[in-house]
Nanobody, 118 residues
Framework: QVQLMESGGGLVQPGGSLNLSCEAS????????MGWYRQAPGKKRELVAL????????NYADSVKGRFTISRDNDKSAVYLQMNNLQVEDTAVYYC???????????WGQGTQVTVSA
């Protein structure tokens, strides 16, 4: 059974930093497409950052460019999100996402809360 385990969320003041981690289990380690989405209260889930499974293609939402950095460890089927200069509008539940390289099945983590507040 494939599971995505997230960690690293929490409460931080504006301008602060957090680092989110997500590691897949129950799946053969390979270069799956992995990324992060978020959902704020009353809003639709949106893409934050995406690391494609070919080359080094990365896609960021405009709102996080220059502040967030996505990285991955293919040996662990893990993906990370370093979030700097966090703002109140970054408050949301952050979800890890993986699309299997071969089957194209989509998997989601359980979500981790990020709250930015003074």
């Amino acid at each position: 059974q494939v599971q995505l385990m997230e960690s690293g969320g929490g409460l931080v003041q504006p301008g602060g930093s957090l680092n989110l981690s997500c590691e897949a289990s129950g799946i053969t380690a390979m270069r799956h497409r992995m990324g992060w989405y978020r959902q704020a209260p009353g809003k639709k889930r949106e893409l934050v950052a995406l690391h494609f499974n070919s080359g080094d293609m990365i896609n960021y939402a405009d709102s996080v460019k220059g502040r967030f950095t996505i990285s991955r460890d293919n040996d662990k089927s893990a993906v990370y999100l370093q979030m700097n200069n966090l703002q109140v509008e970054d408050t949301a539940v952050y979800y890890c996402n993986m699309v299997h390289k071969v089957t194209q099945m989509t998997y989601w983590g359980q979500g981790t809360q990020v709250t930015v507040s003074a």
